[in-house]
């Protein structure tokens, strides 16, 4: 069994910082990319960005610049340090990862519950 836990949402004025942690535990043999998506008020969920096993990031446009992704590995957890935040970025954000549970088995992704942002103005 395999679960993500995310933390480190809240309310914060325009212009401030969060930073999300999201954390996978259980049975993992190994972690793929980690990802954060979000899902704002009568919106479809998005990809936020990405980051592999070797650290590399990909963000969307609505993000890049402001957003940075980051892990640790001996942690299993995943980072989303959100500067410049704007009431755009109000959204219940998930973390998804691409887990192994075992040497034989193939990779499957997992969802946290999800932490909520909100970003007055």
């Known amino acids: 069994q395999v679960q993500l836990v995310e933390s480190g949402g809240g309310l914060v004025q325009a212009g401030g910082s969060l930073r999300l942690s999201c954390a996978a535990s259980?049975?993992?043999?190994?972690?793929?990319?980690m990802d954060w998506y979000r899902q704002g008020p009568g919106s479809q969920r998005e990809l936020v960005g990405t980051i592999t096993r070797l650290g590399s990031t990909n963000y969307a446009d609505s993000v890049q610049g402001r957003f940075t992704l980051s892990r640790d590995n001996a942690k299993n957890t995943v980072y989303l340090q959100m500067n410049s935040l704007k009431p755009e970025d109000t959204a219940v954000y998930y973390c998804?990862?691409?887990?192994?549970?075992?040497?034989?088995?193939?990779?499957?992704?997992?969802w946290g519950q999800g932490t909520l942002v909100t970003v007055s103005s």
């Open positions: 998804n990862a691409l887990i192994q549970t075992s040497y034989s088995s193939s990779p499957r992704g997992y």
């Open positions: 259980g049975s993992i043999f190994s972690i793929n990319t």
